[in-house]
């Protein structure tokens, strides 16, 4: 007989200790977003005031340009590295075995490995070894790499998870390779495709670390933006923004899983 | 060279896995119209041959001709072979019509005369009422028709048939024997039948190939592997039979006096060509209870089963062999008793001499 995980001793106090740390500071920010006061640590009755700052403050015009870029590149980005995701899948789940099969695997997997600043320092040394002013296209390229992995894993665990049957039957059926593809491989990976695409959107949104090293001079993201406003002192303008983009990932990992849920259910 | 050409002709066939070899030199030649059965126990091979033929398996050895063509390098779309899969592999994603009409699309047909031989065909499995349903909407034998229908829509010239029947229930397994075989009939379809089950195979084929590790062991019509089975694996495959170990005494032409346990002399058809010792196969319905004075053989009884429509009587032989014997159950025989000792005649043509 399982006891089940809850009589572990001291399952109760460890799970709530590790709930405190990682939300805490979340819902912090949350509330004193809605602050009415200017002080970021006294409260000073609700108020939105702070949301309508975000928009139509002195910093507005930078957060909305911010915003932007970062909306931008992610919807590019998030195309691009789920395009080659797909492509990648495919080539390691249906193409047999290769040569250098595993090393590929590795590859497309590394930057989940590797921590994020040598990443970013070496993207950084790469485009000025190479010459290529930094700006929109580095960031652009940066993130479309980085977001390949994580567009990865939910498309190869869907296509690992379709029989080959159903490629092979359409194949039967007159269908060419590139028929057999787009008319039954792609609609029934669909769930696991969306699902990487929409985590590669939201990894793209939220990147900052590879960001701040290659967007050169003048060019800002929305998280670039808020640690430049930061540096000069918190406002609890920042704390409205913050909340707006965690309640966008929230909606995007909610929508991620969500598809990946019901994909499940239908083969 | 054939008169009639032959729909499918595998020629010497080969197929490894590494060093582990599936088929090995499997020789078939299947004519247009046939309804031909694969038939042999799980492993031996079977799938892989059908693979083949499709397209989804390269052949390490040999050659397959599809009405005189070779098929080698062939992709699976440019071969007039369509496949009812073992698991049906229905697109989940198209509905019943959307998945008969697949082919037709693919092969370039409008949708107006698409839509047309796909009502037809689903009228043919009679499935006209499901025809906007999913896959996953219908219960397993509904979803064999549709499988059927989808493959037969293109007009196949050779239709595969792997294990179509397998997940199905007894009585629904049953009826689709006759369907199938009429289909196969109506439509004039040349069908490769796979099965590991030797009483669909009897039921339907007009030929049969008898397999086993890669081989095949023999090839004929039902009565031809059932009643002159060539090897022990045949005759202990197909039906139920039963093999015991006996010395020739003469050989003649394809006839072979034999010793019997007890001493009695037999004459009865021989697939081996040399003395020595060799299998008997005795069919178990073939065998009547007589007096002891003019019998074949003597036993004692063990155990008698009762299976509705048979008896079956589990004897031991003098010199100690088991032996089955099968009687009709009928009012007018006497049953005997466990412990009873009987005679046994063996009629004719039940018993066959084996080749090893
Ligand atoms: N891709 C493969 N790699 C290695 N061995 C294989 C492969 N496919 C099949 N085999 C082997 O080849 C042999 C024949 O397989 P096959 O699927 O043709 O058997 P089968 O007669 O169809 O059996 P069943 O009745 O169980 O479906 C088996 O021993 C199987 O393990
Ligand atoms: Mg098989």
Redesign the pocket.
Known sequence: MSRGVRHYPGFGWMTVLCLVILYAPLIVVTVYSFNGSTSITTWGGFSLRWYVDVFTGPEAPRFKAAAWNSLTIALIAATVATAIATAAAVAMHRAGGFRGRSLTFALINLPLMVPEIVVAVATLIFFTMVGITTGYMTILIAHITFCIPFAYLPIAARLQGIDEGYEQAARDLYAGRGQAFFLVLLPLMLPGVISGYLLAFIISLDDFIITNFVKGAGMETLPTAIFGSVKQGIKPNIMAISTLMLAVSAVFVTLSYLVNRVGRKSP | MAAVQDAVDIRNVTKR?GS?T?LDGVSLGIADNEFFTLL?P???????LLRMIAGFEEITQGEIRLFGDPIAGRDPNHRPVNTVFQHYALFPHMTVRDNVAFGLKMKGMDAASRRARAERMLEMVHLSAFADRMPAQLSGGQQQRVALARALAPEPRVLLLD?PLSALDLKLRQAMRVELKQLQEETGITFIF?T?DQEEALTMSDRIAVMSAGQVQQIGTAREIYEAPVNRFVADFIGETNLIEVEVTRVDGDRAEVVLPGGHRLTCPSASRTGGRHALSIRPERMSVVAEAGADMLAVVERVVYLGTDLQLMVRLEGGAEFHVRLQNSARIAVPEPGARIGLRIEDGAARLLAD
Do not use: D, R
């Open positions: 896995y582990f599936a042999g799980s492993g031996c091979g079977k799938t892989t294990e796979v590991h």
